[in-house]
């Protein structure tokens, strides 16, 4: 049994058809939506589709991670971004795992760019890269100390490395599929610079939400 925890901040255009991808699955799960900072009605649809909704003022997704790990009933958590689909099997798989990981990344669509970037993203994977989500059990999650609040970026990729002090790390072939709404507005050259960036030079600035 796997507890499904989705951070989701202004997502009211794609909340609802993640939460369906979810339901799907035929593993015995529950949903937990945590709602940070929205001005829109992503708490109202949570509260629509999800087990649980927990609302906290402020943006911030790994302070709403946490909050959702601190309020679920199973000892599998999945950290699923609320622009993010399931196919099929992708719990089923997750729930053989031993060790805490991430799932292969792959577009909805055929566009050639899609799918050469999603290529490229998955061979990244293995370096301790997310892809819209993120799995580990309540002992490893607590072993590492949840998400690091004080990051806006990169805190899904510390909690990755972090984690590979405790168990083996596992890329779900089972795909899942990230909105390419950031690629599509800024394209993908300058989001792949962006990264490059603040790899290098990070900087406090908040990371932007693209809606």
């Known amino acids: 049994m796997i507890s ?7 997502e009211e255009k794609y909340l609802e058809q993640t939460i369906i991808s979810v339901r799907s699955q035929l593993v015995p799960h529950e949903v ?37 790990a601190g309020i679920s009933k199973y000892n599998t958590l999945v950290f699923l971004d609320a622009d993010t689909i399931l196919s099929k099997n992708v719990l089923n798989h997750i729930s053989k795992c031993k060790g805490y990981g991430t799932a292969r990344a792959a577009p909805c669509s055929k566009n050639l760019k899609d799918n050469i970037y999603f290529f490229l993203k998955f061979l990244t994977q293995y370096a301790r890269s997310s892809a819209g989500l993120i799995f580990c059990s309540k002992e490893i999650f607590n072993k590492v100390g949840g998400f690091d609040e004080s990051l806006s970026k990169f805190e899904d990729g510390i909690f990755l490395k972090k984690a590979n002090k405790y168990a083996k790390f596992y890329v779900i072939t089972s795909p899942v599929h990230p909105s390419t709404r950031r690629y599509q507005k800024i394209g993908y050259a300058n989001t792949v610079l962006f990264w490059i960036k603040e790899y290098f030079f990070p900087s406090k600035k908040e990371y932007e939400a693209i809606r």
């Open 4 to 10: 499904v925890i989705i951070p989701a901040y202004n």
């Open 32 to 68: 937990i939506v945590v709602p940070n900072g929205c001005t829109d009605n992503t708490e109202k649809i949570a509260k629509k589709f999800a087990d649980k909704t927990i609302s906290i003022k402020t943006r911030g997704v790994s302070k709403a991670r946490n909050k959702g």
